[in-house]
């Protein structure tokens, strides 16, 4: 397949005019193809990379009434007795074991993927309990399943899993070890990092998510262990009134990634959280939002087969959408779900719009279409049946932002 008549944003460096081949799911060199497809005023980026959710947490509205809170451990307590979390928990049914392949919980972690997808995003890492294979094999896009995780220092495993250490003690280098650290702004979240440093090694392969409560000791320390930072500031000013120094990651060049959080407490989406950053932070560069969506999460997830650049041999993992930026980089920060003309997963249509799916060999039944400001889309997948079997499951009508 060609794509041609497209602005190619390779990766944070190169943007260049050009088309661009697929073959067997990856991006190819120039062959001689009959399969076409031309686009007209558009953009085509590496799919986005979100480095830290919570499917089964894409709930609304937002939980949690006694902000600002001095750490999250307060509010996950508190979310418990929340409108969003009870009447989430009437759909789901959880029955406190977090397998998701029980009752609804499949069905509520597609709810999450779908949240995903309306905003370029092809891989997710799913900060859960790691589920069975059958699980990371359910999804139309890539829930990474190469990982061990905690949920905390200071709540431990509290939704399953083994200990700190022994989950660390399963990771190799290739292996990433995933942990909420340091979200708040108290004695106790500022104490968590000297906690984890007499529990394990820092190491590369360490993903630490928020670290609000680190000052800039913290961050050197970080940045000479190559110790990795998922950043989710939507969620973190809405817990804590306050994000981490990301001035002082940026400025030792710590590899820091874009995380949207759940719903619950984070961004309606990517896009969303993309603008929220360019509101809250407008002097940080596009090129390094850019990079916190793409090559940065491949690092830090230790991703084999997608550096989150678009380069021959790599996954065709391809976001195409609207120009509505001069700097392609700063497109991405105004960009909606009606702005995507194409989102391809190894080279398989996820969403779009509906007159280019018929250069791919597809079902037309696994997708569902619709139509959006006058313009017909497709979306692999059905999102309208799990929308409608948590009505039914509600006994009444029920709105995401995100679908």
Not at 135 to 156: A, D, G, K, M
Not at 393 to 402: E, I, R, S, T, V
């Amino acid at each position: 397949m060609k794509l041609s008549n497209l602005i190619v944003v390779k990766n944070d460096k190169e943007v260049t005019r050009e088309d661009i081949y697929l073959a067997d799911g990856k991006f190819a060199d120039k062959y001689k193809t009959d399969n076409i497809i031309s686009f007209q005023d558009a953009v085509a980026y590496p799919s986005f990379i979100n480095v830290h959710d919570h499917l089964i947490g894409n709930w609304l509205p937002l939980a949690g009434l006694n902000r600002p809170y001095p750490n999250s451990n307060i509010w996950v307590e508190d979310m418990k007795n929340s409108f969003s979390f009870k009447e989430r928990d009437k759909y789901w049914t959880n029955d406190g074991s977090f397998n998701l392949l029980k009752g609804n919980g499949l069905e509520m972690a597609m709810l999450g993927v779908y949240k995903n997808i309306f905003s370029g995003i092809t891989i997710v890492q799913d900060h859960i309990p790691k589920q069975d294979d059958r699980y990371y094999e359910s999804f139309p896009i890539e829930v990474i399943r190469n990982y061990h995780q905690v949920h905390s220092i200071t709540l431990n495993n509290w939704w399953g899993g083994n200990s700190l250490e022994k989950e660390f003690s399963l990771c190799n280098e290739h292996t990433p070890f995933i942990i909420h650290l340091a979200e708040g702004t108290d004695k106790i979240s500022k104490s968590e990092f000297a906690k984890l440093k007499k529990m394990i090694p820092l190491r590369n392969n360490i993903l630490l998510v928020h670290c609000v409560a680190f000052d800039r000791d913290d961050f050197q320390e970080i940045k000479r262990n190559d110790v990795n930072i998922a950043w989710c500031p939507e969620s973190n000013f809405y817990l804590l009134d306050k994000t981490l120094d990301i001035y002082t990651v940026i400025d030792l060049q710590i590899n820091v990634s874009i995380g949207t959080d759940s719903t619950m407490s984070g961004s309606i989406n990517l896009f969303s959280e993309l603008r929220f950053i360019k509101d809250r932070f407008p002097d940080i560069s596009p090129r390094i939002i850019f990079r916190m969506v793409t090559s940065n999460p491949a690092k830090a997830l230790k991703l084999k087969d997608y550096s989150g650049k678009i380069e021959k041999g790599q996954q065709a993992n391809l976001l195409i959408t609207s120009i509505k930026s001069n700097d392609p980089y700063e497109n991405i920060l105004g960009l909606y779900s009606s702005d995507i003309h194409l989102m391809l997963y190894q080279g398989k249509p996820i969403l779009g719009l509906k007159k280019y799916l018929c250069h791919f060999n597809v079902i037309p039944e696994e997708y569902y279409f619709y139509t959006k400001n006058g313009k017909e889309y497709f979306v692999i997948g059905h999102p309208e049946r799990i929308l409608a079997h948590i009505e039914q499951c509600l006994g009444y009508k029920k709105k995401f932002a995100f679908l």
